[in-house]
């Protein structure tokens, strides 16, 4: 697949979208562990980055997954990976499902909205008790007359303290593991909905992370996406946008990191010389330089396939996997070649450490992603 002229100028579009409105106040952000999502998202949304792939016809750009791709990406170059997540989580992990299961009713109730960057979305699979084995979740939702009464706690919910509305995977009826599950849009302004509380975390700070309780929590049955009791593997689709999301920020993560770190070896003398100039320094940058330029061919080969229609599952995994694992050497390596300055708060390493962490946990952590290719492979894991 070869990237286009439109590719580039949308390229542009994107990256004067993280110079203008989020890498001024990332610092701010940061400290303040949140940011104006709604302020924030209605101008992501006048440049069309909450719809790229969505039907015009719900105000989505109707642009291909290629273009998709190519924002993610230059999200994850903004100063701080909080801001793009949120973002992500908007676009590629709580929308997905509605756009594609989800009622007419449904889409124009809430699609519509989330699309204009009127509405924050976030996503509630995770919970206080189950998180890589989503069969085990316990939050529940009894069919009481024409509604769905949910019962239980959410956790690590991205977005949750600003979100108009979730898309909540809950149990639906009494036949465990990953059968009966149903996904249902809870808004979040109806009684029975609490925050309990925002965690406070490593990184990603400027993006708000938690916990939230659904107690006794009344919504109407035509709020379920899709089918009910399908819940479960329409999230497990959702999951695989979502680990491209993923795969496609923490690229643009690690460009941006390789780059700055390049410029700052020819700037730092050691011992007589750039840093630049010694083998060791220059060779191991290259080698991770090298290895993310196969991400970005694996990318690439996913795109194209996803415009084929394909599953993209493996591709997926396989991705989000080795992105987890090259994200923290590249973190490690440009902390440790900026010396002492890596490690001070100022510089961009040190927040670049905390936020690429996250890579190998969020979205199913790394063992989560070898278990699914193992089972693949034959090998009962
Ligand atoms: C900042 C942040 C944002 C998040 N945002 C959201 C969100 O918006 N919505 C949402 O629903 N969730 C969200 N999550 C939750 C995230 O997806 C989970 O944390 C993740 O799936 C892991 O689940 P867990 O934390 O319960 O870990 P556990 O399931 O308790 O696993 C702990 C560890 O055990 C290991 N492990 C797990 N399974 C296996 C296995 N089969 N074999 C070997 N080892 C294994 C892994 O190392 C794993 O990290 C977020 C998490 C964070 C930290």
């Known amino acids: 697949m070869r990237l286009t002229?439109?590719?580039?100028?949308?390229?542009?579009?994107?990256?004067?979208?993280?110079?203008?409105?989020?890498?001024?106040?990332?610092?701010?952000?940061?400290?303040?562990?949140?940011?104006?999502?709604?302020?924030?998202?209605?101008?992501?949304?006048?440049?069309?980055?909450?719809?790229?792939e969505y039907d015009g016809a719900?105000?989505?750009?109707?642009?291909?997954?290629?273009?998709?791709?190519?924002a993610a990406e230059e999200l994850g170059g903004a100063h701080a990976a909080g801001v793009p997540l949120a973002i992500g989580v908007q676009t590629m992990m709580a929308t997905p499902s509605l756009a594609e299961f989800g009622?007419?009713?449904?889409?124009?109730?809430?699609?519509?909205p989330a699309i204009a960057g009127e509405h924050v979305a976030a996503i509630g699979v995770t919970e206080p008790d189950t998180g890589s084995d989503v069969a085990s979740l316990r939050t529940s939702a009894r069919r009481d007359g024409d509604d769905w009464v949910i019962n239980g706690r959410k956790m690590y919910i991205t977005n949750g303290a600003q979100a108009d509305w979730i898309c909540l995977l809950a149990r639906t009826s009494d036949e465990g593991g990953h059968r009966g599950m149903s996904q249902i849009v809870v808004p979040t302004d109806i009684p029975g909905f609490e925050v309990v509380s925002v965690l406070d975390k490593?990184?990603?700070?400027?993006?708000?992370?938690?916990l939230l309780a659904f107690d006794n929590v009344r919504v109407p049955i035509e709020n379920t996406i899709g089918t009910p009791g399908r819940g479960f593997q329409q999230q497990m689709k959702q999951f695989v946008t979502e680990r491209m999301?993923?795969?496609?920020?923490?690229?643009?993560?690690c460009d941006r990191a390789l780059r700055?770190?390049?410029?700052?070896?020819?700037?730092?003398?050691?011992?007589?010389?750039?840093?630049?100039?010694k083998q060791y320094v220059a060779f191991r940058l290259t080698e991770l330089?090298?290895?993310?330029?196969?991400?970005r061919s694996h990318n690439m080969q996913a795109c194209?396939?996803?415009?084929?229609?394909?599953?993209?599952?493996?591709?997926?995994?396989?991705?989000?996997?080795?992105?987890?694992?090259?994200?923290?050497?590249?973190?490690?390596?440009?902390?440790?070649?900026?010396?002492?300055g890596g490690y001070i708060e100022d510089t961009w390493t040190a927040r670049f450490f905390r936020d690429a962490r996250l890579v190998s946990i969020g979205g199913g952590a790394d063992e989560v992603m070898l278990q699914v290719l193992a089972r693949q492979d034959g090998l009962p894991a």
Request: aromatic share 8%; proline share 2%; glycine share 10%.
């Open 58 to 70: 719900y105000g989505g750009l109707d642009a291909d997954h290629s273009f998709q791709m190519v």
């Open 289 to 295: 330089q090298a290895q993310l330029e196969l991400v």
């Open 5 to 52: 002229k439109d590719h580039a100028d949308f390229r542009s579009s994107v990256r004067r979208f993280v110079d203008d409105v989020i890498n001024p106040h990332a610092d701010e952000w940061e400290a303040a562990g949140r940011f104006p999502a709604h302020d924030v998202f209605a101008k992501a949304a006048e440049q069309g980055l909450l719809g790229i």
């Open 245 to 253: 999301y993923g795969v496609y920020a923490a690229t643009g993560q």
């Open 202 to 210: 490593l990184g990603n700070r400027s993006s708000d992370t938690t």
């Open 103 to 112: 009622s007419e009713e449904l889409k124009q109730r809430f699609l519509v």
């Open 304 to 340: 194209e396939a996803i415009l084929a229609g394909e599953d993209i599952t493996r591709a997926a995994t396989v991705g989000k996997l080795m992105v987890g694992r090259l994200i923290r050497e590249v973190a490690d390596t440009c902390l440790q070649f900026h010396g002492g």
């Open 260 to 277: 700055l770190t390049r410029q700052y070896l020819h700037e730092r003398t050691v011992f007589g010389s750039p840093l630049a100039s």
